[in-house]
């Protein structure tokens, strides 16, 4: 037997329970907040005692025949590197919630309530650990909630040490579940949609939280290790990369009616703009119908997109492929000016950009920052 040790914590190994439970209560906190926006909807929060590790559920007793729950789940992806490179944590919750609750709508779902995990190396030394840095994602979760009409329920967080890696000190990576309802009658399955219906861009300014890796690849190799410190424009690469996603749920929601919602516009399909880009994305949706689509209008990329297309040589087919290019999401409709009008409303830039087609494929007006082709056809 070997000789027998004494005195080894589970805080020598790298976990501060108390800390970790200090920190839990902070995000749980911030989530309760967020539990107003189901107030009187679908996936009301019912809480039977108030505690951060306690019990908390949602009545769907008597829910009508044709109920559908959805369940999706994503992450930030590498963005979160960003955030440590620039050591600001406020927005990245909107990219969170914007992966998970706008992928809920490609369906016909209403999102309702969002999960969370947060992995971390560790909270920080006892002297002085990271409670800003968790506070400010906790201010996010808020914000970014309101945005996409959500409670979110929890507060996790796990301290794994080095197997979360990253910049700089506070490595964390964040992960989300979403549950929508959906009346299964009201489901977007593809084959809502009809030759000569609208496509409505909805505008994004930033990255998304897709394409990442390549944005980081091509900025590595052109502007050194520390390229967030590098400008554009006057303004900070590092801030223009973590320009947070643009949370469309609230609104779309509203055009199609949700769950039990009157709705305000004929919605025949959303496609939400991440991974895969134009051509991927709203080649799925289209698949079903077997139509095509011209895009003749689309939004212009940011120019962070051009900047990096310009300096790394990435083809404009590719950049097409990798990132939203100016729309994070598509409605397809037959009430173009109602969809537009309902978008302004809640602060999103609309415009038809396209109509669908009975020819197949996409072809796209390119404004990539190469243009040697007028048009690129997928």
Same mark, same amino acid.
């Given at each position: 037997?070997?000789?027998?040790?004494?005195?080894?914590?589970?805080?020598?190994?790298?976990?501060? &329970? *108390?800390?970790?439970? *200090?920190?839990?209560?902070?995000?749980?906190?911030?989530?309760?907040?967020?539990?107003?926006?189901?107030?009187?909807?679908?996936? *009301?929060?019912?809480?039977?005692?108030?505690?951060?590790?306690?019990?908390?559920?949602?009545?769907?007793?008597? #829910?009508?025949?044709?109920?559908?729950?959805?369940?999706?789940?994503?992450?930030?992806?590498?963005?979160?590197?960003?955030?440590?490179?620039?050591?600001?944590?406020?927005? &990245?919750?909107?990219?969170?919630?914007?992966?998970?609750?706008?992928?809920?709508?490609?369906?016909?779902?209403?999102?309702?309530?969002?999960?969370?995990?947060?992995d971390v190396n560790f909270l920080g030394p006892?002297?002085?650990?990271?409670?800003?840095? &968790?506070?400010?994602?906790?201010?996010?979760?808020?914000?970014?909630?309101?945005?996409?009409?959500?409670?979110?329920?929890?507060?996790?967080?796990?301290?794994?040490?080095?197997?979360?890696?990253?910049?700089?000190d506070f490595h964390f990576n964040w992960g989300?579940?979403?549950?929508?309802?959906?009346?299964?009658?009201?489901?977007?399955?593809?084959?809502?949609?009809?030759?000569?219906?609208?496509?409505?861009? #909805?505008?994004?300014?930033?990255?998304?939280?897709?394409?990442?890796?390549?944005?980081?690849?091509?900025?590595?190799?052109?502007?050194?290790?520390?390229?967030?410190?590098?400008?554009?424009?006057?303004?900070?690469?590092?801030?223009?990369?973590?320009?947070?996603?643009?949370?469309?749920?609230?609104?779309?929601?509203?055009?199609?009616?949700?769950?039990?919602?009157?709705?305000?516009?004929?919605?025949?399909?959303?496609?939400?703009?991440?991974?895969?880009? #134009?051509?991927?994305?709203?080649?799925?949706?289209?698949?079903?119908?077997?139509?095509?689509?011209?895009?003749?209008?689309?939004?212009?990329?940011?120019?962070?997109?051009?900047?990096?297309?310009?300096?790394?040589?990435? *083809?404009?087919?590719?950049?097409?492929?990798?990132?939203?290019?100016?729309?994070?999401?598509?409605?397809?409709?037959?009430?173009?000016?109602?969809?537009?009008?309902?978008?302004?409303?809640?602060?999103?830039?609309?415009?038809?950009?396209?109509?669908?087609?009975?020819?197949?494929?996409?072809?796209?007006?390119?404004?990539?920052?190469?243009?040697?082709?007028? &048009?690129?056809?997928?």
């Open positions: 037997m070997p000789e027998e040790k004494k005195g080894m914590t589970y805080a020598d190994a790298g976990v501060n &329970v *108390e800390l970790g439970d *200090e920190v839990s209560a902070m995000l749980y906190n911030a989530a309760k907040q967020t539990w107003k926006n189901r107030k009187g909807k679908i996936g *009301e929060l019912v809480v039977p005692f108030d505690d951060f590790s306690g019990l908390r559920v949602t009545d769907v007793s008597g #829910l009508p025949e044709g109920t559908i729950i959805h369940l999706g789940f994503d992450g930030i992806g590498t963005k979160v590197e960003i955030a440590q490179r620039c050591s600001y944590f406020r927005t &990245v919750a909107h990219d969170l919630l914007a992966m998970v609750c706008d992928d809920a709508l490609v369906r016909g779902a209403e999102p309702a309530l969002v999960g969370t995990i947060i006892k002297e002085n650990p990271f409670r800003q840095q &968790v506070n400010h994602l906790a201010q996010g979760y808020i914000e970014a909630a309101d945005a996409a009409n959500v409670a979110i329920f929890n507060g996790e967080v796990a301290e794994l040490g080095d197997l979360v890696g990253g910049f700089g989300a579940a979403v549950i929508g309802y959906a009346r299964k009658d009201r489901m977007f399955t593809g084959r809502e949609i009809k030759p000569g219906d609208f496509l409505v861009g #909805l505008a994004e300014y930033g990255m998304r939280s897709n394409g990442i890796s390549l944005l980081r690849k091509a900025l590595t190799q052109s502007n050194g290790k520390n390229w967030h410190d590098s400008t554009l424009d006057g303004q900070s690469i590092g801030m223009l990369a973590l320009t947070p996603s643009t949370i469309y749920s609230k609104a779309v929601v509203e055009m199609f009616g949700g769950y039990d919602g009157e709705p305000k516009a004929v919605v025949h399909g959303f496609a939400h703009i991440t991974g895969g880009g #134009l051509p991927g994305k709203l080649g799925r949706v289209l698949k079903p119908s077997g139509l095509g689509a011209d895009i003749t209008d689309p939004f212009e990329p940011c120019k962070l997109m051009e900047y990096c297309q310009a300096i790394a040589g990435i *083809e404009d087919r590719e950049a097409y492929r990798s990132w939203n290019m100016g729309q994070g999401g598509i409605v397809i409709t037959t009430e173009l000016d109602k969809v537009i009008e309902i978008a302004a409303s809640h602060g999103i830039d609309a415009k038809i950009i396209g109509q669908v087609t009975e020819q197949k494929g996409i072809r796209i007006k390119n404004n990539g920052y190469h243009k040697k082709e007028e &048009v690129l056809d997928f």
